[in-house]
């Protein structure tokens, strides 16, 4: 049976997951660091692409794998006409390998997609002790994953002391509306509360 990549990237990491008869057998990812840091959406999903390849050549080289990816332009890198000095590099490297191309939505590349943010969540989680232990203010971007704290100006006084859970995450921030104000992606049992104030 051939090899499956399953390949995912955010803007702080990659993640790949290396599977057979749909049997996850290794995983990979990676934290993105200087100028790759900067790489556009393109880039780093090419990117993602050719670490993989790398990282598991002596599986795939002589052999037929199937690639899955996350991003549909990249279905057509084999038949780029117009390319950079980056790009031209990595299609070189590919090519001595041969795989079928497939678009996979990142909403069911779940395994490679929570390995490519694994890392946006642990520096957040260090941000979050590392403030907490010094009590500076900390700020976050769209896209960072936080623990938010339910407080009680948020709820009746008896909804409050109902609560199960005071504190929930790691949840994605999805807008930043000023250095103290975040709205966040929250579970669906919090959905009419979707704009909390951090404490600062």
């Known amino acids: 049976q051939p090899f499956e990549l399953h390949s995912d990237a955010s803007k702080v990491g990659i993640g790949v997951v290396l599977s057979q ?27 993602v692409v050719v670490q993989a390849v790398k990282h ?9 794998f199937i690639l899955y990816i996350d991003h549909e332009a990249l279905k057509h890198l084999h038949s780029q006409d117009k390319v950079s000095a980056r790009h031209a590099s990595w299609v070189a490297y590919l090519e001595h390998f041969t795989f079928v191309v497939k678009h996979k939505s990142g909403v069911i590349n779940r395994v490679a997609d929570a390995l490519s943010r694994r890392r946006s969540i642990l520096s957040k989680m260090t941000v979050e002790v590392v403030a907490d232990r010094r009590r500076k203010h900390a700020e976050f971007e769209v896209g960072d ?19 199960a859970v005071r504190k929930i995450g790691p949840v994605e921030v999805v807008e930043k509306i000023n250095s103290n104000a975040y709205r966040l992606k929250l579970p669906a049992t919090f959905v009419l509360l979707m704009c909390l104030m951090l404490s600062t």
């Open 56 to 64: 598991w050549r002596h599986y795939l080289f002589h052999k037929e």
């Open 21 to 47: 008869n749909s049997r996850p057998i290794a995983f990979f990812n990676e934290k993105l660091t200087g100028a790759k840091v900067r790489y556009n959406t393109y880039d780093v999903e090419f990117y």
């Open 145 to 163: 994953f936080i623990w938010a704290v339910l407080t009680n100006d948020r709820f009746s006084a008896s909804d409050y002391h109902k609560l």
